[in-house]
């Protein structure tokens, strides 16, 4: 059975009432029927904004991050990534678990609003509501009710999601989703880029990359990225020059990849926030399968796994010599 | 005056070696003491352990135009600091695959062993390494193509 949004309503007063919780981030309808944005309560009065359906796309985890000095517990609702995002976070002791309440919602799919529109060939004022129906989502448009296969409108990393259910919660609403029918091959948009040549490789990421225009949105939404200066916004020594110039545009997004290595949980808000729609996520999905490959690591699994750059094994591959 | 376009025409790569102070440096040394023939395109930074630098040192100095980068380090097991080489043997492993998957040819970047006693093996990874990057040309760190 799914979690519904009166499940979460219900369940998030009763926190309040029994003073478990004393704020709670959750989903509230945006400025338009496809359009879900962030929603911090309070008390229990205003439960009735909060929403769960398959347009929740944000990863709450990293407000925890905003409200490390809140008084009281903090309760959050979470999807399957983002508590993986949530278990990054309390292995680098950014927040404490007991000062967290997870509600946890199995999650079905998230829908990719461009994806949507195109496959419809609508546009978003047209849209009433979107609802979860096992294998497709079911549209209610201005005129119809229209079945819309998963698999055509699911965002990039829900197609390869292999967490539907949190990790970690302390309570779960509606059943755990072992895993979702339509995942497959977890890496095939990295494989066909290896496939390819370097200088191809090249040419690809050169016009990819020289969109560009530092905004730092990815960084910015970014649960893993929570350094109190980073290394980007630094003057001295000055890693990245602020110079309109592809090379740095390279720079920015390698010392990125870098610096996300082995913890990345592939929830794709960088790609999800990125104005110019770069493909983000095929750049943490390589370091993701090395470091599978290399050290059989996956993150955001186990709180008490260390992460991978941080240790090593005397019998590690040894390729240099 | 002579037409620098014309002087030149061989291309002659720049290369940067992070030597560790304990075994690449000392093995540099030996490699110069014992009078070996090396070319001169290697510039060596002394760094305390080959665990000091990391892939934005790798990556920054790769954009800035050098043509190749190494790492000199200990064997691993001999490193001063017990570990340092072994962390990173396991980062060298991520971003040589990193700068490859993004267009950047892999022997650009290269991590090797060196220990102090090893003046011929200093002597003949500079070669090696000027050989092959000479081979494939100049370092074309985002060219708009």
Request: proline share 5%.
């Amino acid at each position: 059975m799914k979690a519904t949004s009166q499940e979460v309503q219900d369940s998030v007063k009763k926190l309040f009432e029994d003073r478990r919780i004393s704020h709670f981030v959750g989903y509230e309808a945006g400025s338009d029927s496809l359009r879900v944005t962030p929603c911090f309560l309070k008390s229990g009065q205003a439960v009735s904004r909060l929403v769960w359906n398959p347009l929740c796309a944000n990863n709450l985890a990293k407000y925890l991050l905003d409200l490390r000095q809140a008084d009281g517990t903090v309760g959050i609702l979470v999807k399957g990534c983002d508590s993986r995002s949530i278990v990054e976070l309390l292995k680098e002791n950014q927040i404490e678990r007991d000062k967290v309440f997870i509600v946890g919602v199995p999650c079905n799919g998230i829908v990719d609003k461009e994806k949507l529109l195109t496959v419809l060939g609508i546009s978003p004022g047209d849209v009433v509501a979107v609802e979860d129906d096992g294998d497709a989502f079911l549209v209610t448009t201005k005129e119809d009710k229209r079945r819309v296969g998963k698999e055509q409108v699911l965002r990039g990393e829900c197609l390869v999601c292999r967490y539907p259910t949190p990790v970690i919660y302390d309570v779960l609403l509606g059943e755990a989703i072992p895993r979702l029918p339509w995942v497959r091959d977890d890496y095939s948009l990295v494989r066909e880029l290896e496939e390819v040549s370097v200088q191809e490789r090249a040419r690809y990421w050169n016009k990819e990359l020289s969109q560009c225009i530092r905004c730092y949105a990815c960084r910015n939404i970014c649960p893993v990225c929570n350094c109190p200066e980073c290394i980007f916004d630094k003057k001295a020594p000055r890693w990245l020059s602020k110079a309109n110039d592809i090379s740095e545009n390279l720079v920015y997004h390698l010392i990125r990849a870098f610096h996300v290595a082995g913890k990345c949980v592939d929830c794709g808000e960088c790609e999800r926030a990125c104005p110019m729609g770069i493909p983000l996520r095929r750049l943490n999905k390589k370091v993701e399968k090395d470091i599978l490959e290399l050290f059989g690591y996956t993150a955001g699994i186990d709180v008490k796994q260390q992460p991978p750059l941080t240790k090593y094994q005397v019998g590690d591959l040894d390729e240099f010599l | 005056m002579p037409n620098i376009k014309e002087v030149q025409t061989e291309f002659k790569p720049k290369i940067l070696a992070f030597c560790c102070n304990w075994c690449a440096y000392a093995g540099a040394d030996l490699a110069g003491v014992s009078r070996f023939q090396m070319p001169t395109n290697v510039r060596v930074i002394r760094v305390m352990c080959s665990g000091r630098v990391p892939p934005e040192l790798v990556i920054r100095a790769l954009a800035n135009g050098l043509d190749g980068v190494m790492i000199l380090g200990c064997h691993p097991g001999d490193c001063h600091y017990s570990e340092g080489n072994y962390l990173t043997r396991r980062r060298a492993h991520i971003l040589k695959r990193l700068l490859s998957y993004i267009g950047i040819e892999p022997e650009r970047f290269q991590l090797r062993w060196v220990s102090a006693a090893e003046g011929a093996k200093f002597s003949a990874v500079v070669n090696e390494a000027t050989e092959k990057i000479t081979a494939l040309g100049p370092n074309k760190w985002g060219d708009k193509k």
